[in-house]
């Protein structure tokens, strides 16, 4: 896998440099009108890089990472306006690199969560919408621009598919938050220009075992190793117990006899996780 130089990351991570970023540029639009909304989105953007927030380092999601999120999706979807609050107030921003060639910037504020989405193409980072999304009552809604979700140029399908497929985008983050913060997960620093193998990745759950980063900085890949193997190298005290033990008469039949055993330690355990096994 390779993570080739995207010129939203290198803008966003020099914000002393003045104006764009060779190669960021706007998405072509169906008019004039989206045009200009996608403009103003991206000024506000620069504005926001102007007050140098704690982007971090860029967040590279691994598959294994993915389908670890796919299953918290029902326990975390329960309480994320709480998350939504407690993102927001410690001001959660960052840049996730996805494998499809798209990269999402974000940030937390006021209980509402800004996106600005890019589409990575021939060394161009193009820059295709922003939207916002937040609870009201409990309920969760999207906030984008009509003229920019009816653009044919910038969406496919039906209205209901956009939105779907934008929710979609935004929900990922949240999740993707979530299970950073409050699930055991391993992290790989891929420094600039180097073969970076990620130790004890299956290839069913990575395309390939060595990443190169030729972004420009140093990346970090969040994968999810521990979810695994389940590994317990304690000694497990095992209090006593009664059992029906089965044994042998003298005339080689065998019958059932109520015993006692004792406590005792039994050592720790490996074993595959039953995501490994239904694999």
Known sequence: MIIKKRPIITWLLNPETPGFQPGLTIIASQN????????TDLERLKEIRAMRPKWGLPELVMPSFERVMEKSVPAFDKIMPDLFREFSESDECGILIHRDNGTFVYGFGDGQLQTWFFIERNGHSLFHFYAEYEFTNGEPKLLIADSILYDDNLFIGTIQNRIDEITKRVEYIAIYLAVKKYIKVE????????????????????????????????????????????INDNDIPVRGF??????????????????????????????????????
Not at 32 to 39: A, F, Q, R, V
Not at 192 to 210: C, D, M, R, S
């Open 187 to 230: 992290t790989v620093i891929v420094p600039q220009g180097t073969f970076t193998a990620v130790e004890g990745t299956p290839l069913e759950y990575v395309e390939k075992k060595k990443v190169i980063n030729q972004s420009g900085q140093e990346v970090i890949v969040m994968d999810s190793k521990w979810f695994k193997k389940i």
């Open 242 to 279: 009664f059992r029906m033990q089965n044994k042998k008469n003298s005339d080689g039949e065998w019958y059932k006899e109520l015993i006692f055993v004792d406590p005792f330690i039994r050592q720790g355990y490996h074993r595959n996780a039953k995501i490994e096994d239904d694999m």
């Open 32 to 39: 004039i009108k989206n045009h200009e909304i996608l403009n």
